[in-house]
């Protein structure tokens, strides 16, 4: 079914982001390069609803870097799951990506 092929899409990024994490803590992951596939705008919009449900469930996090372009982090293991609602407030946004702009 759909659900469960992005269920598991989901989880594939998921390892990808806390491989990365364990292999280097200390470097950031651009979230551009995360979700962007050079070769398909298609792909590229896929990816940005898969990592969608990874922050909206508390798995990971966007912060912005020092010249404020989103970073994505893996949360804290105390920190942020969607049943731990004393966690902070937690913020939506929406992105706009064009064809044009992905060029």
Do not use: C, M, Y
């Not at 390892?15 to 979230?31: A, W, Y």
């Not at 969607?82 to 990506?97: K, T």
């Amino acid at each position: 079914s759909h659900q469960e092929a992005t269920e598991k899409e989901v989880e594939r990024i998921l390892g990808l982001l806390q491989t990365h994490f364990k292999n280097d803590p200390d470097t950031p992951i651009s979230f551009f390069d995360l979700v962007i596939d050079p070769n398909s705008f298609a792909r590229t919009v896929e990816n940005i609803f898969h990592v969608s449900f990874i922050i909206r469930d508390g798995f990971a996090r966007l912060k912005l870097d020092d010249d404020k372009l989103p970073i994505i982090e893996p949360s804290k293991d105390n920190e942020g799951r969607e049943d731990d609602r004393s966690a902070g407030a937690r913020n939506q946004v929406v992105i706009s990506l064009n064809h044009q702009e992905w060029k």
